[in-house]
C-alpha cells in the first residue's frame, strides 16, 4: 500500500470519504508511509465526526484531505451498504494505537505522544513500552490547555523537531486535533501523525473501556455514557438526530424520478474553446469495481495539474466508491492549482452533493457560460493579491486561505507590508474577502497575527465582503467579533 496508486479509493458516506481497510491494512498503510518519508495524516473517524462535519466546513475539508480516514463507529460500518461497497469492518482509534506501537517496536519506529492531560501521555507511552519491548519513544508533551488558535504552536512544533518522530499520536479531542494536524502537515518533518482522542486514557486506566463482551455488541457508547452521563448524552442525542434526519433525506433523493436535461449539450466546438481555456474534459461513467476507480482516480490525475470538466449526463446516481474517486480527484487538482468541474448534473446527483455539503468543494455547471465563468474566476481570483494608494494597503484575499496556499499570500503579503511600514505611510489596511470560498484555522491565524500587528503599529484593519460559508468557520472558531470588527 505504499505505492499511491495501490492506496484504498476512499467511500463517500453522508459526504465523509471513508478508506476501506481492516486493522491489519491500516498498520501496513502506516508502516509503508513511514517509510516513505512522506508526512501524512490519519483520521479514526465516527458518527460524531459525521455530524460536526456537516456543520463546520473545516473539519469536512480536513476529512477529505486527510491521507487516511478509518471508520471508527459501527453506525457508519452498518449504513455503508447503503450507500455503496460495504465497509470491511469497524477500526477503533482505540485498538489501533496498540497495535501501531507493537508493529513500530518491531520496525523499530519511534512515537510520540502528544497532548492529554499532564503526565498521561507520559504514562501511556511507558504502558506500551511495556508490553512491547524495543518501542523506542522519542518523546511526549502535554501543552497548556487553550484553544487551537491561541495554543503556542511554534513551542509545539520546537518540541517534535527536537525528537524527530516517526509517528505522532495527537490527544488534544474532536475536531481541534484533527485541525492541529491539517495545520501542520504539510509542513514538519513528521511522516505520519494520527488524532487518538481518548486513546491515551484508555491505555493508562484513567478512562476504562467496556467489556469485550459489549464491544462485540456494539454497546459500547453505552458504557461511556454511564460513566460520563453529563458529557456524553447530548452529544448522542445530536448523533441521533442527525442519523435520522440524514438517513431520511438520503431515502428521499434515492426515491426521486431520474430526469435527465436542464443542461447544455458540449459539442466538439464548445469542448474545442473549454481547451483553449486550459482545461481538460471527459465523460464520466459508472465505476464497476474498486479497481476501476483506482484507474479512474490514476487517470486523472495525471492531469491534475489543469482545470477537469467532467461531464456526468450519463449518471443518474453517484454510489459511496463514485463519489470517493472524485472526491480523491478534486483533492489531486486542488493540490497542483486546478479543480475538478463537474458538468451536467442529473436533479438526484445535485441533490446528493446538496445533501452531502458537497457542492461549495466541487465546482458546478449545466451551461458553457457558466463553465466559462468558473474557469474565469479560477484564473483571475484563486491567489488574491495586493494594491497600495494613499496610505491604504488591499489585501484580495485568494478563493482559499489554508495550510497549503497560505505560504505563497502571506509571503507577498508581508513584503509589501514591510515596505510600507518602513516608509511610515500606511495608515489603513482593507482585506477584502469577496472571492474567498474557503479559510481553515491557519487561514484564521494569519489573519489574527494581522490584525495584532497593524494594531501594534497604530494602523486601521478592516475585513469586507465576508461570504456565508467562510463567516461560519469564523463563527465556529470564535474570532468573528474579534476579526470583523474594524477599527484600530
Known sequence: ????????????????????????????????????????????????????????PELQRVLIDADLVIADGFPIVKLSPFFGPRLKSRVTGSDLVPKLAERAA?????????????????????????????????????????????????????????????????????????????????????PVSIGVGGSLDFITGRQKRAPVWLQELHMEWFWRLCFNPRRLFSRYIANVRFLLSASRQMWKIRRLPDKPGGFQTLDEAAVEQLKTRGAMVEQFHHLESEEAAR????????????????????????????????????????????????????????????????TSYFDTANRLNELEAILKNLTEHRDGGTAYEEGLLTLDLPMELTAATLPDFEQQAEFIHHELKEQGILKTVSVDAAQLDFI??????????????????????????????????FEIARVDKVLLHAGR
Request: with cysteine.
Open 1 to 56: 500500500m505504499g505505492n499511491p496508486n495501490s492506496d484504498p479509493i476512499p467511500l463517500a458516506i453522508f459526504g465523509v470519504p471513508f478508506h476501506n481497510v481492516d486493522f491489519e491494512e491500516a498498520v501496513d498503510w502506516v508502516v509503508d508511509r513511514i517509510r516513505s518519508g512522506r508526512p501524512a495524516n490519519i483520521a479514526t473517524a465516527n458518527l460524531d465526526f459525521v455530524t460536526k462535519a456537516w456543520h463546520d
Open 106 to 190: 518491531r520496525e523499530g519506529h519511534s512515537v510520540y505522544g502528544l497532548g492529554s492531560a499532564d503526565g498521561v501521555a507520559k504514562k501511556a507511552l511507558e504502558v506500551l513500552k511495556t508490553r512491547y519491548p524495543g518501542l523506542k519513544v522519542a518523546g511526549t508533551y502535554s501543552p497548556p490547555f487553550a484553544p487551537l488558535l491561541e495554543m503556542d504552536h511554534r513551542d509545539i512544533l520546537r518540541h517534535l523537531e527536537r525528537a524527530k518522530p516517526d509517528l505522532l499520536f495527537v490527544a488534544m479531542g474532536v475536531p481541534k486535533q484533527d485541525k492541529f494536524i491539517s495545520m501542520h502537515v504539510r509542513g514538519w518533518n513528521v
Open 295 to 358: 484507474q479512474f482516480v490514476e487517470d486523472l490525475g495525471a492531469a491534475a495539474a489543469s482545470s477537469i470538466i467532467l461531464d456526468l449526463h450519463p449518471v443518474p446516481w453517484l454510489d459511496s466508491l463514485e463519489l470517493g474517486a472524485l472526491l480523491d480527484v478534486n483533492k489531486q487538482c486542488r493540490a497542483k492549482g486546478g479543480r475538478l468541474i463537474l458538468y451536467a448534473l442529473r436533479p438526484k446527483v445535485r441533490r446528493l452533493l446538496e445533501t452531502c455539503r458537497l
Open 440 to 473: 481553515d484555522s491557519a487561514g484564521l491565524g494569519f489573519l489574527i497575527a494581522l490584525k495584532k500587528v497593524t494594531q501594534d503599529e497604530g494602523v486601521s484593519m478592516s475585513i469586507a465582503n465576508l461570504p456565508s460559508r467562510p463567516r461560519r468557520t
